[in-house]
T-cell receptor, first 113, second 110 residues
Framework: DADVTQTPRNRITKTGKRIMLECSQTKGHDRMYWYRQDPGLGLRLIYYSFDVKDINKGEISDGYSVSRQAQAKFSLSLESAIPNQTALYFC????????????FGSGTRLTVV | GQQLNQSPQSMFIQEGEDVSMNCTSSSIFNTWLWYKQDPGEGPVLLIALYKAGELTSNGRLTAQFGITRKDSFLNISASIPSDVGIYFCAGGDSNYQLIWGAGTKLIIKP
């Protein structure tokens, strides 16, 4: 099994719908992250969590919310999806230092029509 | 905010050629990391650098942590078809946050 599992892998949704992307990890790490990837723009941080009780906004948090249900689970929600939220979304996890490397999931490709 | 400038944005190379890419910043970083992303997958860590001046190899890949702590480069020797993908640099700051470059897309000419 993968260390970081994201579901679904692909999703098409309509404008205005609420959608949740889920992430679970078996690394035992406290830190989890949600990133968005657009062509040519690299990875942009949406939200991050250093433990179950700690949630922080990243550089592009508007229009998104998160929930850290347990150490192993971190979900991302789009409350009312819009077309410019069409992107590839990645969940990642890291140890307490955060700099010995992040482990990424395989991504969720979201299309908002 | 902090930014990394990663170049080149893309590279077309012949199989067997050496490849070089780099990242620069106006900020100092405590760590430099290099990742590769294959199509349809998340980025995977290639090399992690923790000290200024550090030179580290991983097979045909070599990366260095710049002495000023504001830059890093990645070299790939004798490229092969499976080297294609997007390479990302990331700098770790004093708050243990990673700042990402925009990526270098490596394409091998047929």
């Amino acid at each position: 099994d993968a260390d970081v599992t994201q579901t679904p892998r692909n999703r098409i949704t309509k404008t205005g719908k609420r959608i949740m992307l889920e992430c679970s990890q078996t690394k035992g790490h406290d830190r989890m992250y949600w990133y968005r990837q657009d062509p040519g723009l690299g990875l942009r941080l949406i939200y991050y969590s250093f433990d179950v009780k700690d949630i922080n906004k990243g550089e592009i948090s508007d229009g998104y919310s998160v929930s850290r249900q347990a150490q192993a689970k971190f979900s991302l929600s789009l409350e009312s999806a819009i077309p410019n939220q069409t992107a590839l979304y990645f969940c990642a996890t890291s140890d307490y230092t955060g700099t010995s490397g992040y482990t990424f999931g395989s991504g969720t490709r979201l299309t908002v029509v | 905010g902090q930014q990394l400038n990663q170049s080149p944005q893309s590279m077309f190379i012949q199989e067997g050629e050496d490849v070089s890419m780099n990242c620069t910043s106006s900020s100092i970083f405590n760590t430099w990391l290099w990742y590769k992303q294959d199509p349809g997958e998340g980025p995977v860590l290639l090399i992690a650098l923790y000290k200024a001046g550090e030179l580290t190899s991983n097979g045909r890949l070599t990366a260095q942590f710049g002495i000023t702590r504001k830059d890093s480069f990645l070299n790939i020797s004798a490229s092969i078809p499976s080297d294609v993908g997007i390479y990302f640099c990331a700098g770790g700051d004093s708050n243990y946050q990673l700042i990402w470059g925009a990526g270098t897309k490596l394409i091998i000419k047929p």
